[in-house]
């Protein structure tokens, strides 16, 4: 039965042939002979605007119907709703334990719903994925399962909340059963009013006293209220057409009832201009229960205006929350059209096959971006919600075959890598205690450089063989360094002498005499040359021992190229000093003889300028400038000659 039926009802108005009749098994014996009443249905029509507005009603009357039950259910508005689509399954199994903690057990149970869709639906998922990756190793299907922490938390929560509601149900079963007998008890009694023989005043307030305990009666089953409130109102309005002997009392009730029902019109109309559609419609349900339950009808002259005006504004609120649904449906669209094209990459994703570690890695990410953006794009058309996500299921579905294959292979190359190392552990263990570094040093050298070619192993073996053949090789090595150091001591003891005698070079202070500080160097020279050979690997140290004396010759005020003879005999010290004296030695002498070719060059080029100032006196800047140059680059090569005579005496 449409609420457009009810409300007439409520003020008093017949039902029309047009209209859905109220079944006439749920109604009173007197309402199915009432004929009068019948031939007022037949000569009624519903208006054709009625007719439309029957959705209207009809939405309203269903969920004040389903709040009937209980009238803390109408909480259920106040349940904040989320995207519980772009939930994690952590998240919904925590989104799960706050409704049941802080809400009403009975309120819930539309996001209780959705929730478990969604959980169910991620898991699903996960478990395909999981049972892959179980096949992929070569397990057997009948022995597969697989739960996690989250999923026994989720599915406890949810035990927890169909225990509670069943509780919730039984509890309040019965007590809607005695409620309802209640009522049609009281429906009985304002049946027989209408056969009391006593003053009318006397049945007036006893009505009026119906009237209170039929609003006290307390809820009653959802698919009982309509027919529940239809029967009594079809008898109010008949005791108030019984109630014409004393109009007095009447037209008091209608008057009030007349000016409460004008304050919710009034209201209703305030609502049509409310942008908020929900609250809109929301508040719009409580007005016609008002309507509906706490008042009754008015005179008959006024009844057709009230209605028209209370169903325009209850259309009006109806029309727009439509309007909303359907921008709603036109977003969905859109995030329909992302979600395609995300499924999309991943299906192109899924199709390059990539042949290495850090690539499939890079793909892994996108994959978990592109999954973490199809549940954050919103939600689709219900019409096609499940193959939407059947198709995104799919498509990462291709995806981790293809991901599982890779690993599956590279788990194969992995295993026999580590087959090839431990072949090298053995060959270091093996040899790790030879005393013939001649023959196993080469050996050591050659494995630890196969192994390095070798590649990737199962990481919860990589430290572990690692660890086992650098212990294995770190062992040999340092015997032989330990062994090559003792045959070869003296060296570290000259080193040690050399560290010594350097810092105390660095440290001397020049006394100022120049004869007697080069005749300290040389000694120093001649100290260090007399210490002998450090080992191969420390041979550092001679070079900064003449950069030194270099330094200390610097410091000498001296001629310079007495200066340049004796840093120059200091050099030949050195290269005299090394064990591989003749080739340096070479490489000076080739050095010198160029440097003197270079001089030589340039003397001669300088003489050929001269000829170009034959005709210019001697004293002119540049002429003189010329000269000065010229014996400039002699008295060098002079130097580099004597610096030739010099090392040619080194040969001899």
């Given at each position: 039965m449409s609420e457009n039926d009810n409300l007439q009802n409520a003020d008093g108005k017949k039902e029309t042939e047009t209209e859905v009749s109220t079944p006439k098994e749920n109604l009173s014996p007197e309402i199915e002979n009432n004929s009068d009443a019948d031939k007022e249905l037949k000569t009624n029509p519903v208006s054709e605007s009625k007719e439309k507005d029957s959705e209207a009603h009809s939405e309203i009357e269903a969920n004040n119907a389903e709040d009937a039950e209980d009238e803390s259910n109408a909480e259920r508005h106040d349940v904040e709703e989320k995207d519980y689509h772009a939930m994690s399954m952590q998240a919904l199994a925590e989104e799960l334990n706050r409704l049941l903690k802080h809400h009403k057990i009975q309120t819930i149970s539309k996001q209780v719903n959705e929730i478990k869709a969604e959980f169910n639906a991620k898991f699903s998922e996960l478990l395909e994925e999981k049972k892959e990756e179980f096949l992929e190793e070569g397990g057997n299907e009948i022995d597969f399962y697989y739960t996690n922490d989250t999923k026994k938390l989720f599915s406890q929560l949810y035990k927890d909340y169909k225990q509670s509601i069943s509780t919730y149900y039984k509890e309040r079963e019965q007590n809607l059963k005695q409620n309802l007998e209640n009522r049609l008890a009281i429906i009985e009694e304002i049946k027989g009013l209408l056969s009391v023989e006593e003053n009318m005043g006397t049945t007036y307030k006893t009505f009026k006293e119906l009237q209170e305990k039929w609003r006290n009666a307390g809820p009653i089953p959802r698919d009982k209220y309509n027919n529940a409130w239809n029967t009594y109102h079809h008898h109010v309005e008949r005791f108030y057409d019984f109630l014409h002997l004393n109009n007095d009392l009447r037209d008091m009730d209608f008057k009030h009832n007349y000016e409460q029902k004008l304050k919710i019109i009034e209201r209703a109309e305030e609502l049509a201009k409310d942008d908020n559609v929900n609250r809109a419609f929301r508040e719009l349900q409580v007005l016609h229960k008002l309507w509906k339950e706490e008042l009754g009808p008015v005179?008959?002259?006024?009844?057709?205006?009230?209605?028209?005006?209370?169903?325009?504004?209850?259309?009006?609120?109806?029309?727009?929350?439509?309007?909303?649904?359907?921008?709603?449906d036109k977003a969905y669209e859109k995030n329909l059209e992302k979600k395609e094209e995300i499924i999309a990459k991943i299906q192109d994703i899924g199709e390059d096959k990539a042949n290495s570690h850090g690539a499939w890695q890079k793909k892994i990410k996108e994959v978990e971006a592109l999954r973490e953006a199809f549940f954050n794009a919103g939600k689709v058309p219900l019409k096609v919600n499940e193959a939407t996500w059947a198709k995104f299921k799919d498509a990462v579905r291709t995806f981790n075959r293809g991901k599982n294959k890779f690993y599956k292979d590279l788990k194969k190359d992995q295993y026999e890598n580590l087959q090839k190392k431990k072949e090298l552990i053995k060959i270091a263990e093996e040899n790790k205690d030879s005393d013939d570094f001649a023959v196993v040093t080469p050996l050591m050298k050659k494995i630890q450089s196969d192994w390095k070619k070798i590649g990737h192993v199962p990481r919860r073996d990589s430290d572990k063989i690692w660890k086992q053949f650098k212990n294995a090789c770190n062992h040999y090595f340092d015997r032989m360094h330990a062994q090559r150091k003792a045959e070869n001591q003296h060296l570290y003891d000259a080193f040690d002498k050399k560290v010594k005698l350097l810092d105390e070079l660095k440290a001397m202070k020049l006394s100022g005499d120049n004869k007697a500080d080069v005749e300290t160097l040389k000694t120093r020279i001649s100290e260090w040359k007399a210490i002998g050979h450090v080992p191969q690997n420390k041979r550092y140290i001679d070079g900064k021992f003449?950069?030194?004396?270099?330094?200390?010759f610097d410091k000498l005020k001296m001629e310079k190229s007495k200066l340049e003879m004796v840093k120059f005999e200091s050099k030949l010290e050195n290269l005299a000093n090394n064990d591989d004296d003749t080739r340096l030695l070479d490489n000076e002498h080739n050095f010198i003889r160029k440097k003197i070719d270079e001089v030589k060059s340039e003397i001669t080029q300088l003489e050929n300028n001269l000829q170009f100032f034959t005709n210019v006196d001697s004293d002119n800047p540049l002429v003189k400038d010329v000269h000065k140059n010229i014996d400039k680059h002699k008295k060098e090569l002079d130097t580099w000659k004597a610096k030739l005579s010099k090392l040619r005496g080194m040969y001899s």
């Open positions: 005179a008959k002259e006024h009844r057709e205006e009230i209605w028209e005006r209370f169903s325009n504004a209850t259309k009006t609120i109806h029309d727009k929350r439509q309007a909303y649904y359907a921008d709603l003449y950069k030194a004396i270099d330094d200390a």
